[in-house]
């Protein structure tokens, strides 16, 4: 008897179904298959139609997939860097003199929301200036959730990794002495999924934000590196000398700018960046005396 059902299987699989005229009864028959046991092994067999009133007895649908329909968003966004950090020419944030900086010490970004449908399609919806500490817009969390992308504050949660800060000497100085600082620099990758599609950031350091802690400040846009014949006399480009005797706190804070690639595509850039600061270190600042010292 089983040997009898699956020759019937058989038939149904590779007849084509143009020649096959359905009679009412089996016009209540849907795509199945069922496992049928020969002797003491279990075989497969698929069959062109099941009948309904037998689904619970071994039978399974062949359903496709159930897809949602998304429909397509209204609105995107676009951001802009509003100078470039790494830029000494009239783009460039430190030709600007008037150019207000973030809380954290980035630089703002221009970000338009556009119009992707109706009458104003193509349009620009509203255009503004945006910082880490400014409230979130519901207009562009909403877009977020609709597109793969990755936007600055996305970047900016991910745990960048701060530069490390070395010293010559270690933590010690003299006064009117030149200690040599520098920072570490370290380009850094995460991977997420977004819906159906795998991506990855990249965060590349492009700037070093010095604070020595006797109100003095720097801006670079490299980390310096380890000099080994470095004395106190010698000054470096990443020097910094302390005209008064103390405990100084030296801290950084790097900029990271970002770029993301989805399903391994070309890399997009992220316009703004992430600040992300060091754990300071501190620098005894000691004084030299000349003694006289007359032989009896």
Request: net charge negative.
């Amino acid at each position: 008897m089983p040997y009898l059902r699956l020759a019937m299987a058989s038939l149904l699989l590779f007849s084509p179904l143009s020649s096959v005229s359905l009679t009412e009864q089996q016009s209540n028959l849907v795509p199945c298959k069922k496992k049928e046991s020969l002797g003491q092994k279990d075989v497969n067999v698929k069959w062109s139609f099941c009948p309904k009133k037998d689904r619970d007895g071994g039978y399974h649908r062949e359903d496709p997939p159930i897809t949602e329909k998304q429909e397509k968003p209204k609105y995107d966004f676009r951001d802009f860097d509003s100078c470039s950090p790494t830029n000494d020419s009239f783009m460039g944030c430190r030709s600007n003199p008037d150019l207000k900086v973030c809380d954290d010490g980035s630089y703002p970004i221009i970000r338009q929301i556009l119009v992707l449908e109706g009458n104003d399609k193509g349009g620009i919806l509203d255009s503004f200036r945006v910082c880490p500490e400014d409230p979130k817009d519901e207009r562009i969390e909403r877009i977020k959730k609709e597109s793969v992308s990755v936007s600055l504050e996305q970047f900016r949660s991910f745990p960048i990794i701060a530069s490390n800060i070395s010293s010559s000497p270690a933590k010690f100085s003299l006064r009117n002495g030149h200690s040599h600082l520098w920072a570490t620099r370290e380009v850094q990758s995460f991977d997420l999924e977004i819906g159906q599609s795998s991506v990855r950031i990249k965060a590349i350091p492009i700037q070093w934000n010095w604070n020595y802690g006797d109100g003095t400040t720097r801006n670079l846009d490299f980390p310096g590196e380890p000099m080994p014949n470095h004395t106190l006399r010698d000054e470096t480009p990443t020097s910094h000398s302390y005209g008064e005797t103390g405990t100084f706190k030296v801290g950084v804070t790097t900029l990271y700018r970002g770029e993301f690639s989805v399903d391994g595509g070309a890399w997009q850039a992220i316009p703004g960046q992430a600040a992300v600061a060091s754990v300071p270190i501190e620098i005894d600042v000691w004084r030299t005396e000349k003694e006289l010292i007359a032989n009896e």
